[in-house]
């Protein structure tokens, strides 16, 4: 069982960064590769980033590549993600998520075993 706690949302102008963070509650972080999915109000839930367990590779979806950064620590069972250049429609909830797989995390829809309670953003313009 692996259970994950985001923190790091609120409220910031257009422009402005954030950085979130997930926190997971299992012995074995680094066997687990690790996502960032959003979801607006009225919309379906959709993928942010994701992160594999040891060689760190990253992926991004279109509308945050170049704006955010997703990154992790083994040593302190948390991943990161940095939110530059916020815009109004990046406000969603953001949801951490762990998958022994990384196509778990990637696949539409994603298929993954574990998911936090979601962190709020919200971007005004």
């Known amino acids: 069982q692996v259970q994950l706690v985001e923190s790091g949302g609120g409220l910031v102008q257009a422009g402005e960064s954030l950085r979130l963070s997930c926190v997971a509650s299992v012995r074995t972080f680094s066997a687990y590769a690790m996502g960032w999915f959003r979801q607006a109000p009225g919309k379906e839930r959709e993928f942010v980033a994701a992160i594999t367990r040891t060689d760190y590779r990253t992926y991004y979806a279109d509308s945050v590549k170049g704006r955010f950064t997703m990154s992790r620590d083994n040593a302190k069972n948390t991943v990161y993600l940095q939110a530059n250049s916020l815009k109004p429609e990046d406000t969603a909830v953001y949801y951490c998520?762990?998958?022994?797989?990384?196509?778990?995390?990637?696949?539409?829809?994603?298929?993954?075993?574990?998911w936090g309670q979601g962190t709020q953003v919200t971007v005004s313009s």
């Open positions: 998520t762990a998958d022994l797989s990384i196509a778990k995390i990637t696949s539409t829809p994603a298929k993954s075993d574990y």
